[in-house]
């Protein structure tokens, strides 16, 4: 499981249906990291041997490389972890997040993202490229089950606590 620290959001329009949501990765879950980091190098590889058929552009080392590509797994030196970017289709769909409980249920979505805690499936979906100015890799959450949600105070019915 993975924390949300911020809602799922878009920037500048509260409307979207397709955001982005942050899940910390802490070293717990140093397997996720590192295979990020491979991923990257490989990511970086690649693109360096294929420079003139994305970027037009003769040979380029990864050295070189590397300054132009965002990583989606970005280090959060300030609580030692990792932030894990993907998107997300919100609302309804073909393609919208399906959302379940702890126990496998769908659920609706929450209100808010932040602070709960999160299983995700999550795809590789494109590298995209902004010219030759920059390039990654989008990943999206196709599956999220949430756990670890505090229970609203009107709830009538017991609930599980674990």
């Not at 420079?51 to 300054?67: I, N, Q, V, W």
């Not at 590298?127 to 089950?145: K, V």
Request: some cysteine.
């Amino acid at each position: 499981m993975l924390r949300s620290p911020f809602d799922a959001s878009a920037y500048n329009d509260e409307a979207a249906t397709r955001v982005n949501l942050s899940l910390e990765v802490d070293s717990e879950n140093q397997n996720i990291v590192d295979w990020c980091e491979a991923l990257d190098t490989w990511m970086l590889q690649y693109c360096s041997k294929n420079c003139r058929r994305l970027f037009g552009k003769d040979y380029l080392s990864t050295s070189e490389l590397r300054p132009l590509y965002y990583s989606s797994l970005k280090a959060n030196e300030k609580y030692g972890t990792h932030l894990f970017k993907m998107k997300m289709n919100k609302g309804t769909g073909r393609h919208a997040v399906r959302i379940f409980n702890k126990r496998g249920l769908t659920r609706d979505p929450p209100p808010d993202w932040a602070g709960l805690h999160v299983q995700a499936r999550v795809v590789l979906k494109s590298m995209w490229l902004q010219g030759s100015r920059s390039f990654g890799l989008t990943f999206e959450i196709t599956d999220a089950m949430i756990t670890g949600e505090e229970q609203t105070a009107d709830c009538p019915f017991a609930v599980d606590s674990d």
